[in-house]
């Protein structure tokens, strides 16, 4: 049971991650330098600000994998770039998922417990 709803859980990332072209940001502002700010929204809809190389940008753009055109982001940052999702968002998701797998756990030992009797 808990497999289903984290497969569900899956398809629901990745039809975000699909409808938001696999991106997040949602406004740039030029800096000095060529570089840029991102104005990046999270899922809670919060907008979170990072500033990143110009050039670095368009390779994103282009395709390229984002810890390559961003390194000296956090995995954290290029997280959020990617899915909308806060390290707490994860940390909250994954701590649900979890709490699902050991109440399935302990459902599965009850069960064998019943059938020993």
Do not use: A
């Amino acid at each position: 049971m808990c497999y289903g709803i984290l497969l569900s859980m899956l398809r629901q990332w990745v039809y975000q991650l699909v409808m938001n072209n696999m991106s997040r940001i949602i406004g740039v502002t030029s800096l000095p330098n060529d570089m840029v700010t991102l104005h990046v929204q999270d899922l809670n809809g919060d907008i979170h600000y990072m500033d990143v190389n110009n050039q670095d940008l368009y390779t994103y753009e282009d395709g390229e994998l984002i810890q390559n055109c961003f390194p000296y982001l956090t995995p954290e940052q290029r997280e959020l770039i990617m899915t909308g999702m806060t390290d707490e968002m994860w940390n909250t998701e994954m701590d649900q998922y979890n709490e699902m797998e050991e109440d399935s756990e302990m459902d599965n030992y009850k069960e064998i417990e019943r059938n020993e009797k």
